[in-house]
């Protein structure tokens, strides 16, 4: 693919984006004209651009799409649902369409093209002349309506001044005729015959024409449709056309909503309407003209002031489209602050950098051991220098989770009227940041969750009504900062998870023992297992048989974990937790033997010295709290005796907090994070490996895991006698 | 009822253009040369507009609108000539020759009407 082409799919993209939101917002305020004009200026790039990079099919739907946008925007059609939820469906339709190009086939397929062309046909139903004239008819009542209110009926006409050519008559042209015909654009309010141009009847050539008149016409015409009047006159006569008073409004206003692109004043004129081509050429003349007889150093006139010495156009339009011009100089400048870098770039900088910090811990390393003073000062300010370098190309990294979120507003509003639901999505923490390659691997586990929630978990209307809730559900997004990771939380507030009927079917799939027990969270956790779900029916939404243990898998795949809380009747929340970065940590680094382990440092609360007494026990009583602890020489069979003297790491994680038995403790190290090989994917326990200063490996330990199976085993340990003495019983 | 005077060597054009102002309510009469359509304005036929091709073969339609012009009967006689787009010197030449003024092929029925409206008496 070309670079114009993917620069073009980027934009496009961003684009579409924007006119979704825009579209979803539509229905909330069909009145919103800014909103509106967002739309039509992100439907009509899309299509400019399309078009520069030659991709017809694109430019095609999208000028279709454009009328309909422009006929909105002119208030000719009115917002309906039905409305905004075609033009949905144009965008969804548009992603396909930049999906074929991403994938550089040259046309779309078969069905694809059916479906735009079935679009295209519900779009013609707005653009039809059928809905023209209704529309058409309903603007100009309004206008009357306003025209009588305001009392401007009179003052509000053009002003045509015209002094015809002497050669008009001899090329068969008739003052007359044209009068006539303007007269067929509109309502003519007044016309004075100036005979100024009339010589004395002796001098006079009955042939040549001396007329000039002064026309007051009243018109829904455009500038350049009056003009377009006196083209086969314009080279040989004097022509001024004058917009009325509430025309220099809308000339200001069409200004000020003009895109945000580079353009000279007299292109803003001629856009708005203000100005005509012709007018501007002839502005534009007269300044060369007026410039080249002078010495050539001076400044030209302003166009803004020759054109109103010319008289065709106000002085107020030139100056809103002088000052659009410097606010949209401002904008540009702030947006050159902003460089696109391409993601590679980045991942190559963020692998150098952990290099980086490999061989400044080595040469930290080297310096203490030789015992120089100054050298140690030296390589202590070297790396405190990559730790900020390290933090700073880390943040290159971070982006806010919002634009993840926003999608969902298009989803729950699909999904609630798929449903017949009323649903409201809130979102909360949207500016949160996080590393880029989670943000874009977090979003399918987040439609699963949010699916869910409106599928199972928000009642219907009527049944919340009965139960006393509000009619509309809500489902919240929420995300946070906290302790070095990063939360993300759906909660819903609808039925809540039933809990007799997961344990039901738990049993009824062989997941427990019909006698076992189980605590209220032990049954709501059910839901991970693997190919559980309780849904009755199978609907097109959730409950296709990819179940939540996927989600899980996904999120743990980003060295995360996901919980749910629930209370039956009030609702469900969801809480993910990432880490920050998927690169590099601050790690705290303990040893068992001769190997040493690292444990990341935003879990570790404290460590202490693991007392002789609790040395056969698996936890410890730290001031007054129990903590249960895991022995890593034990867990990992690592040979040898154990030392005399024990320390315990206490971290915490999710709420929780265990203690992690090791024999020594070797402090804070900054830790590049590398993926173990596929070989080692089983091991639970470890989530990746990093080079010590030392050019030594040293594991890192995945905390949540290790202490997750710890408490696993000893429910086991638990649970095997109670089945062993009912077994010996019968 | 108004006479427009036709000038093209393509008979589809001339077909086309006197169907659509037949159904205007125009009168037509056509000619398919410049040098034929001269021989019927020497013979005095009743004319209220001329439209005329420029490419032709013969007399083209800038020396048909020049002569035309010579003739005292239709001095004032207003003259469209159909032009493409990109000729803009040919029009400047052809409003030089005496022309009113030009239709831009291809043009719908209303363009054409509409114009024809702009310049006929």
Known sequence: ?730 | MKTIFLVDDSATILLSISNILAKAGYATEKAASGEEAMRKFQAGVKADLLITDLNMPGMNGIELIKQVRKLPAYKFMPILFLTTESQQSRKLEAKAAGASGWIVKPATADELLNTIKLVLR
């Not at chain 1, 390393?365 to 390290?390: D, K, Y």
């Not at chain 1, 290159?396 to 979120?405: A, D, K, P, S, Y």
């Open chain 1, 1 to 730: 693919m070309d670079e114009l082409t993917s620069v073009f799919i980027q934009e496009g993209r961003e684009q579409l984006q924007a006119m979704e939101a825009g579209l979803l917002e539509l229905e909330q305020r069909p009145d919103d004209h800014d909103n509106i004009n967002g739309i039509f200026r992100a439907a009509h790039t899309i299509k400019g651009a399309s078009g520069v990079i030659e991709c017809h099919f694109i430019e095609s739907f999208m000028h279709k799409v454009e009328n309909v946008l422009d006929r909105l925007r002119n208030g000719e059609i009115q917002v309906s649902g039905e409305l905004a939820g075609l033009l949905l469906r144009c965008c969804d339709h548009l992603g396909i369409l930049m999906d074929v190009l991403a994938a550089g086939i040259a046309e779309p397929a078969a069905e694809v093209s059916l479906a735009g062309d079935a679009l295209q046909g519900e779009l013609a139903a707005h653009t039809s002349d059928a809905t023209a004239t209704a529309g058409g008819s309903v603007v100009e009542a309004e206008a009357d309506v306003e025209a009588s209110g305001g009392g401007v009926v009179n003052t509000d006409s053009w002003h045509i001044s015209v002094r015809f050519g002497p050669h008009m008559l001899r090329g068969g042209m008739d003052p007359l005729s044209f009068l006539r015909f303007l007269a067929s654009l509109g309502e003519v309010l007044a016309m004075e015959t100036i005979p100024d141009a009339m010589p004395a009847a002796a001098e006079m050539d009955p042939e040549s024409c001396y007329l000039g008149f002064e026309i007051r016409l009243q018109t829904r015409s455009s500038k350049a449709d009056i003009e377009r009047v006196f083209d086969f006159c314009r080279d040989d006569c004097e022509l001024r056309i004058l917009p009325p008073n509430s025309k220099l409004a809308e000339y200001v206003k069409l200004i000020r909503e003009l895109p945000e692109d580079d353009m000279r004043l007299g292109e803003m004129l001629v856009r708005c309407g203000a100005l005509t081509q012709s007018e501007l050429d002839e502005g534009l003349l007269s300044q060369q003209q007026v410039r080249l007889p002078a010495d050539a150093v001076a400044p030209p006139q302003p166009l803004g002031e020759i054109l109103v010495e010319h008289k065709v156009v106000q002085k107020e339009v030139v100056d809103a489209a002088v000052s659009r011009q410097a606010q949209v100089h401002e904008k540009k400048a702030v947006e050159a602050r902003l460089i696109r870098v391409q993601a590679d770039k980045l991942d190559q900088l963020i692998d150098l950098v952990g290099e980086l910090v490999i061989a400044g811990a080595s040469a930290n390393l080297l310096a203490q051991r030789s015992g120089q003073g100054e050298l140690v000062e030296s390589t202590s300010i070297l790396s405190r220098l990559v730790e900020n370098i390290r933090d700073s190309a880390l943040q290159l990294r971070m982006v806010q989770i919002g634009e993840t979120f926003t999608r969902f507003n298009r989803v729950v509003r699909d999904v609630a009227k798929e449903l017949g639901k009323e649903i409201d999505l809130v979102i909360s923490g949207a500016e949160t940041e996080l590393d880029k390659s989670v943000v874009e691997k977090i979003g399918d586990p987040l439609m699963h969750l949010v699916r869910n929630s409106m599928d199972h978990g928000i009642e219907p209307g009527d049944v919340r009504e009965a139960r006393g809730k509000p009619r509309r559900g809500r489902v919240e997004l929420n995300a946070y900062h906290d302790s070095g990771s990063i939360v993300i939380e759906v909660v819903d507030d609808g039925a809540g998870l039933p809990r007799e009927k997961i344990l039901r079917k738990a049993i009824d799939k062989g997941l427990v023992q019909p006698n076992q027990t189980l605590s209220d969270q032990e049954i709501i956790n059910l839901i991970w297992e693997p190919g559980f779900s309780t849904a009755e029916q199978v609907t097109n939404l959730s409950g296709r048989g990819v179940g939540m243990d996927v989600v899980r898998r996904n999120i743990q795949g980003l060295r995360g974990s996901c919980e749910v809380a629930s209370v039956e009747g009030s609702g469900t929340t969801f809480t993910i937790r990432l880490p920050l970065t998927l690169a590099i940590i601050d790690g705290f680094l303990v040893g068992v033997g001769r190997a040493a382990y690292v444990i990341p440092l935003d879990m570790v609360i404290e460590c202490i010295e693991l007392k002789g007494n609790s040395a056969e026990r698996d936890f410890l009583n730290l001031r007054g709290e129990v903590l249960p602890f895991v022995r890593l020489r034990e867990m990992f069979e690592v040979d040898g005796e154990r030392p005399a003297r024990e320390n315990v790491v206490v971290v915490q994680y999710a709420g929780q907090k265990a203690g992690i038995v090791v024999d020594q403790l070797l402090g804070e190290f900054q830790t590049v994070i590398k993926p173990l090989s596929s070989i080692f994917r089983h091991l639970r326990g470890i989530g990746g490996s990093t080079i010590l200063g030392s050019g030594e490996v040293a594991l890192i330990l995945d905390v949540q895991t290790l202490v997750q199976r710890n408490a696993r085993r000893e429910e086991r340990d638990m649970n095997t006698p109670a089945m062993l003495r009912s077994t010996s019983q019968n």
